[in-house]
């Protein structure tokens, strides 16, 4: 029976959606109480020093008193961050198989849209990057401790600026356990789909996220056949592609990436336009649109757009107007040619 390409971007969407609530989830339990502790930490620190120098501009004065300051900021960001590292672990050890089982079944559900055949649930279990990645986490709130310490420094410090640098060493423990979850969530439930697509002798299709970066969309709608990986090195942005590179196994391509490779034959039927086209037209229209994120810069989105301009032919003319405004340019006659190409 033919697939609809709508349905499946439904059902992919669907999927993102339960991917997501759980890296919420986990990124959540992960942190605790970490993210109002330092929180606190800083506003009581501020007051602090206010009460002991008369404003948060003012030069410390009292070298005694900045001592005590210091001692009671480093004894917390001690605890907190010893508190946080031990629960982290200890979090993200306990969510990777349900990472793996959520890629497992949704891998299965997929196959059973696109094919009209359902895949039996298979048990995978963590692989050993994974669990190194959980691994990691403990070592990342620790280096983030020491570097907090350091700048907590009786010698380094001689206004409010030095101590809140030191406490935003300390808050940066939080966001490094929250994009380590997303990074155990999303790559268990790739891990999970990838060794279903191997178990059934297919290939996989990259589906970017809503709000990819230049480089995981120049992965959407590419297939890597059973048992391959994807080329690596690509991107819409010439200054960021990169030649000779091994492939990569699939996403995450990078922290906090959300992207998805599901199971995929070329074998199956579509009803009006194929799945993998679909998705690539998602592609070029988030790359016209030009609209940077937070971790990529608006030159890298313009020099992105330029290039679909300059490659692509048969742009829905939504997408061809956006990408001429975005970069500014005139359209430039061409073909299409692949975004990895040099």
Same mark, same amino acid.
């Given at each position: ?20 609530? &759980?890296?919420?989830?986990? $990124?959540?339990? *992960?942190?605790?109480? =970490?993210?109002? !502790?330092?929180? @606190? #930490? +800083? ?120 101590? &809140?640098?030191?406490?935003? $060493?300390?808050? *940066?423990?939080?966001? =490094?356990?929250? !994009?380590?979850? @997303? #990074? +155990? ?135 061809? !107007? ?21």
């Amino acid at each position: 029976m033919p697939y609809v390409s709508r349905d499946l971007i439904r059902l992919t969407d669907d999927h993102a959606e339960a991917a997501l609530a &759980l890296e919420q989830e986990t $990124a959540d339990a *992960a942190v605790g109480s =970490a993210d109002t !502790a330092t929180t @606190a #930490l +800083v506003r009581r620190m501020l007051t602090a020093w206010v009460a002991a120098f008369g404003s948060p501009d003012a030069e410390a004065g009292d070298p005694g008193i900045v001592r005590r300051l210091l001692a009671s900021a480093r004894a917390a960001v001690r605890r907190i961050l010893g508190q946080l590292a031990v629960r982290a672990g200890n979090v993200l050890t306990a969510v990777l198989p349900d990472a793996v089982a959520l890629g497992v079944r949704q891998a299965g559900e997929t196959i059973a849209a696109a094919a009209g055949r359902p895949r039996r649930a298979s048990e995978v279990r963590p692989g050993r990057e994974l669990a190194a990645a959980v691994g990691r986490v403990a070592e990342m709130v620790r280096e983030r401790r020491d570097r907090a310490l350091a700048l907590l420094h009786p010698e380094r410090v001689s206004r409010w600026s030095d101590v &809140l640098a030191g406490l935003g $060493a300390a808050r *940066a423990a939080v966001a =490094a356990v929250r !994009a380590q979850a @997303a #990074l +155990v969530v999303h790559t268990g439930a790739n891990d999970g789909g990838r060794a279903v697509a191997d178990a059934a002798g297919l290939g996989r299709l990259w589906v970017a996220e809503a709000d990819a970066c230049v480089n995981c969309l120049a992965y959407a709608g590419r297939i890597a056949p059973v048992g391959t990986g994807f080329p690596g090195g690509l991107s819409w942005d010439p200054r960021q592609r990169r030649t000779g590179v091994p492939a990569v196994q699939g996403p995450p391509l990078h922290p906090n990436c959300r992207c998805r490779a599901i199971p995929w034959s070329v074998r199956w039927t579509p009803s009006g336009i194929p799945f993998p086209e679909a998705v690539q037209r998602e592609a070029d229209r988030a790359i016209g649109y030009g609209r940077a994120r937070a971790s990529e810069s608006r030159a890298a989105r313009v020099r992105a757009a330029r290039e679909l301009l300059r490659t692509g032919e048969d742009l829905l003319p939504d997408v061809e !107007a956006r990408a001429r405004a975005a970069s500014h340019e005139r359209p430039v006659p061409g073909r299409r040619i692949d975004p990895g190409a040099p």
